[in-house]
């Protein structure tokens, strides 16, 4: 018989890590020989305290609104490079574009089918199920990382039927 896991899953408001101030993430650039570009300062003000885990082309939208002229490529790379720099993780949830989390601590996601929005959801426990994964009935898998997605209706949307 398979070994059963109870896990507890909690939302991480009161635990996650958001993302630098415009300040600081524009010292880190520095740091790495990067320039700090007006386009950039806005994206990074764009960033900050967002917890709506944001596609390049949701970011650039917002971004073009205030700044026009700014381009789509200036987006990706400055993205591209604060994943590199670990400010912030890339997300595939299987939805579509990928999201972009400023949240690096460790967790997985939740993702409501009504109106698409996307948690941070802490789950303890979940590391113990790398001693328990089997392929094919007895063939082990040794996981290097895991990405939980539970898809379902956020408290908003449950409120609303």
């Known amino acids: 018989m398979p070994n059963l896991h109870e896990l507890l899953i909690f939302n991480c408001c009161r635990y996650c890590v958001v993302v ?3 300040t600081q993430l524009a010292e880190v650039f520095r740091s790495q020989g990067l320039k700090v570009t007006p386009q950039r300062t806005l994206l990074f003000a764009l960033l900050e305290d967002n917890t709506t885990h ?3 082309d949701g970011l650039y939208a917002k971004a073009s609104a205030q700044m026009p002229g700014i381009s789509l490529r200036t987006v990706y790379t400055t993205l591209t490079d604060l994943v590199e720099m670990g400010e912030l993780q890339a997300v595939c949830l ?3 574009a ?3 989390d400023p949240n690096v601590d460790d967790h997985h996601h939740g993702v409501c089918d009504a109106c698409g929005a996307v948690v941070d959801l802490y789950v303890a426990g979940a590391d113990t199920l ?3 994964l089997v392929v094919n009935g007895d063939v082990r ?3 290097i990382s895991a990405s939980i997605v539970f898809r379902g209706t956020c408290a908003a949307c449950q409120q609303n039927t």
Do not use: N
Request: no cysteine.
């Open 20 to 22: 630098k101030s415009p």
């Open 54 to 56: 944001p596609t390049a």
């Open 94 to 96: 299987g939805s579509g």
């Open 98 to 100: 990928t999201r972009f």
């Open 130 to 132: 790398a001693d328990t």
């Open 141 to 143: 898998f040794a996981p």
